[in-house]
């Protein structure tokens, strides 16, 4: 099955504890991407990467990385988590060749 | 740059009623044009997306879009809503060519009453 999963679902930690997120695609897309969901802002983009090792950042980076050593696999890491970065977080993939975007099923984060 | 506007914060419906959700976007060329649906504690399902050709779509569960450029405008309606309908809604307009990111709407809450 076509889908793009994220690891953990739900996690709960505190300030300052470095983090990862997965993100991994079955589909063989080029483009992948972060997307963070907040209450009256909707879901607004903090990286994108185009190919294996090509990565930029999207309109909220600040205080996020990214990798892209292998072309399914996508992880988010938050070096230092801050409560401000409570949030749901989505991955999506695209291919080049279509124009949709698939989107996983979503990572509840809570920084206390 | 490109943008989505979503008017409507939260709009509630009965069962059987019609429904339309607003959308209208800022884009400089021809846009690609998406709607998603969120239902609660669920990820992203799209419900019905737009490129070009025929500017009425037809999405799954029932719904359509119409895409008006004079207006610039991607409303989505539904003729009967079902109390499984509740749900938020978000539009969205990509990709932005060397991002191909999709710029989202700030979303629709629909609540559905007996």
């Known amino acids: 099955e076509a889908q793009v999963t994220q690891n953990p679902r739900y996690l709960i930690t505190v300030t300052g504890k470095k983090l990862t997120v997965t993100c991994s695609q079955n589909m063989n897309h080029e483009y992948m991407s972060w997307y963070r969901q907040d209450p009256g802002l909707g879901l607004r983009q903090i990286y994108y990467?185009?190919?294996?090792?090509?990565?930029d950042k999207g309109d909220v980076p600040e205080g996020y990385k990214v990798s892209r050593k292998e072309k399914r696999n996508f992880p988010l890491i938050l070096e230092s988590p801050s409560p401000n970065q409570t949030s749901l977080y989505f991955c999506a993939s695209r291919d080049f060749g279509d124009n949709e975007q698939f989107f996983g099923p979503g990572t509840r984060l809570t920084v206390l | 740059a490109q943008s989505v506007t979503q008017p409507d914060i939260h709009i509630t419906v009965s069962e059987g009623a019609s429904l339309e959700l607003r959308c209208n976007y800022s884009?400089?060329?021809?846009?690609?044009l998406f709607w998603y649906v969120q239902s609660p504690g669920q990820g992203l399902q799209l419900l019905l997306k737009?490129?070009?050709?025929?500017?009425l779509v037809q999405g799954i569960k029932g719904f359509e879009a119409e895409f008006k450029r004079s207006q610039s405008s991607f409303n989505l309606r539904k003729p009967s809503v079902h109390w499984s309908d509740a749900a938020e809604y978000f539009c969205?307009?990509?990709?932005?060519?060397?991002?191909?990111?999709?710029?989202f709407g700030t979303g629709t809450r629909l609540t559905i009453i007996p």
């Open positions: 884009y400089g060329a021809t846009p690609y």
């Open positions: 990467s185009m190919n294996v090792e090509v990565t």
């Open positions: 969205a307009v990509g990709p932005n060519f060397g991002n191909e990111k999709l710029t």
């Open positions: 737009y490129f070009s050709g025929d500017t």
